[in-house]
């Protein structure tokens, strides 16, 4: 099938960002395009209508792409868990743990699922946007690498390999990244995408003749730096996330260690009366309104972490002067009663004591819950009786004990969440859930209202996604050569 990659120098060099701006450019040009990536590691996952679990950044692709996203668009996610240990997850389901070593001496056996994705997209769509994984280049993983340039020969791709001049080096990046390719690699690079870029174009122009001199490949595009507005794939994005100005609310979300889907607040930064920050240290509390405990990978270990960090009796002292506390997932979970792990899914000790701030407990047992989730509201004072929607990814199951408020109904008519008798500690197993604007605002105007600030009447407007899309296409229009990928694509070749 036709296909084009996009792999980087390194992570985060914007691959993400490129494939999602060409999956809506190929639907716009009228062809039926789907987004690939072999093997992605990320924290930061979605969950299909179907139930399996993906990277985020192919189900935002497939949404730009105007496609339904599926397993077979990352058939392979690596969730760490720890250091060296990560749960596997092929086809959207759980696989099984496997630490790092490990998974490295049975990658071959995980292009058997690869390639059964392959084969079905391939009756499905016209083209292709696969992308890479970290760099191609990675000379101690090369040999079991089946992300890059394995994944490139087994689609018969073209590739343009992109670089982040904002972080400087572009110029050794790309050289460096070709010259430790082997030759027949090194062949599929067609086309060098400079990402980042800041000031005046003509400056840099002695440098692209130079390369292209240097490396017989052309630069097929100097994309401007630019924030893409769409879901970060990890959390590598929060180290350069920037802080601005002030106001109304605080809110600001601990920064556990295995900190996963914390693209659950992006709406919360979109708020005009909101300012969140990331918290990790005593030294980066501040005055917050709202602490928000997010999704973690590790509720256990995590709670661990949050005791021997210093915020917690931080939290403790916002807890008894009335502020708010929320937790998501994990973080609920660890807001509860206890934590029982009898199955040692995620601790050696099967019986822990969680913060004890909400009447509920959690039992982790094998088996993953993930689904895509409408609910109502049921908190009374805010948001009782609105509509929202998100998804599940948790393995623990509660147990709301005696005196229980549930926070939310399933559509199902099941019940989730918790809220305690003041309303001002909560929390909820749904990722996703501050997506939904009105449910969002009436919480926003509850905080507003509790500081004596007049509401909000608006909803707070959540941009676009499919404006983003458009937006992002018609920034590669005018800064990447377009037809020299539509010939890549058609297997022409690019001609300088």
């Keep these: 099938m036709k296909a084009i990659m996009v792999q980087g120098t390194a992570s985060d060099v914007g691959k993400s960002v490129l494939c999602t701006a060409l999956c809506r450019w190929l639907l716009e040009e009228g062809l039926r395009v789907a987004p690939f990536k072999a093997q992605n590691m990320a924290l930061n996952s979605a969950v299909t209508r179907d139930g399996g679990e993906i990277g985020r950044s192919q189900a935002v692709q497939a949404e730009a792409a105007g496609a339904e996203a599926c397993v077979d668009m990352n058939p392979i996610l690596l969730k760490p868990k720890g250091d060296r240990i990560s749960e596997v997850i092929v086809h959207g389901r759980h696989y099984r743990d496997m630490a790092a070593g490990d998974y490295q001496a049975h990658t071959h056996e995980m292009l058997q699922p690869v390639r059964q994705s392959l084969d079905r997209l391939s009756q499905r769509y016209d083209v292709l946007v696969v992308e890479g994984a970290g760099s191609p280049a990675e000379v101690n993983l090369k040999e ?183 937790g998501i997932c994990g973080g609920y979970q660890m807001m509860g009663v206890r934590l029982h792990d009898p199955d040692g899914v995620e601790w050696d000790d099967p019986d822990q004591e969680g913060l004890r701030w909400l009447p509920v407990a959690t039992t982790f047992r094998p088996g993953k819950r993930t689904a895509q989730v409408r609910a109502r509201g049921l908190a009374p004072g805010w948001g009782y009786g609105l509509e929202l929607e998100g998804y599940e990814i948790h393995l623990g199951r509660e147990d709301c004990l005696t005196g229980a408020i549930p926070l939310l109904e399933r559509e199902d008519g099941t019940r989730d969440g918790c809220v305690n008798d003041s309303g001002r500690v909560w929390g909820t197993h749904l990722h996703g859930l501050f997506q939904s604007p009105a449910w969002t605002r009436s919480w926003l105007n509850h905080l507003r209202q509790r500081k004596g600030l007049p509401p909000l009447d608006r909803e707070e407007p959540i941009r676009e996604r499919d404006q983003i899309y458009a937006a992002l296409a018609d920034w590669l229009r005018e800064h990447l050569d377009l037809e020299a990928v539509r010939a890549l694509i058609e297997r022409k070749g690019v001609r300088r």
């Design 144 to 326: 079991r690498d089946i992300v890059n340039m394995r994944t490139a020969e087994l689609v018969d791709a073209p590739v343009l390999l992109v670089a982040d001049i904002d972080r400087g080096g572009v110029f050794a990046s790309l050289i460096g990244t070709l010259e430790i390719l082997e030759p027949h690699e090194r062949a599929r690079v067609r086309g060098l995408v400079i990402n980042k870029f800041r000031g005046d174009r003509s400056l840099l122009e002695p440098g692209l003749k130079w390369l292209y001199q240097r490396t017989g490949i052309p630069v097929l595009g100097v994309l401007p730096y630019r924030d893409p507005g769409i879901d970060p794939e990890d959390s590598l994005a929060l180290d350069s996330r920037k802080e601005t100005g002030d106001a109304a609310l605080e809110v600001a979300v601990i920064r556990f260690p295995r900190i996963s889907n914390f693209t659950d607040f992006a709406p919360l930064e979109g708020a005009s009366d909101v300012r969140l920050r990331y918290v990790s240290r005593v030294s980066e509390w501040g005055n917050p309104d709202v602490v928000i405990l997010p999704g973690t990978k590790n509720t256990i270990a995590d709670l661990f972490w949050l005791r021997q960090s210093g915020l917690l009796p931080l939290l403790e002292a916002h807890r008894a002067q009335g502020g708010e506390i929320v």
